[in-house]
């Protein structure tokens, strides 16, 4: 039953990305170039909403599906690894044309061609576990 959760979840996700146009690459492009407020919009909201949900699960003691207490635990401030890791996301994000939250939504679009993108992601997370000791945190 809780997959079914999460597949709804999914679905809703799916269907704002494609609503909001965040899986449009014109739009993306748009972003990289200044020439549209649009995608800046898009993430400020996700942003702002972020930061209110943190800290109502930090106050409210909230619950995961599996009943057990959600815990946030703070972390030191790494601006040299916030700065490495935004960049290499950032450029991901611009060769690609596209924000690794909707790519499954691409790929119900029908753009096949994103699977490659999600190897690619994939492969990159492989390696940065391979590297994990070696980089900033």
């Known amino acids: 039953m ?23 690459w014109y739009r993306i492009q748009e972003m990289f170039r200044f020439q549209s407020f649009h995608m800046y919009g898009i993430i400020g909201v996700a942003v702002v909403l972020g930061v209110i949900i943190h800290f109502a ?10 009943g057990e207490l959600i815990q946030i635990k703070d972390k030191p401030k790494t601006y040299k690894a916030s700065i490495l890791g935004g960049t290499l996301f ?8 596209a924000c690794p ?22 492969l990159g997370t492989f390696a940065y576990g391979a590297l994990k000791s070696k980089l900033p945190h």
Not at 57 to 66: D, E, G, M, T, Y
């Open 57 to 66: 699960i930090k106050r409210s003691k909230a619950k995961n599906f599996f």
């Open 90 to 97: 950032g450029l991901g994000w611009a060769i690609t044309g």
């Open 101 to 122: 939250g909707p790519l499954y939504t691409l790929i119900g679009h029908g753009f096949f061609a994103i699977f490659v993108v999600i190897f690619s992601a994939l």
């Open 2 to 24: 809780r997959l079914i959760y999460f597949l709804i979840t999914g679905v809703i996700f799916g269907i704002t990305m494609t609503k909001s146009e965040a899986i449009s």
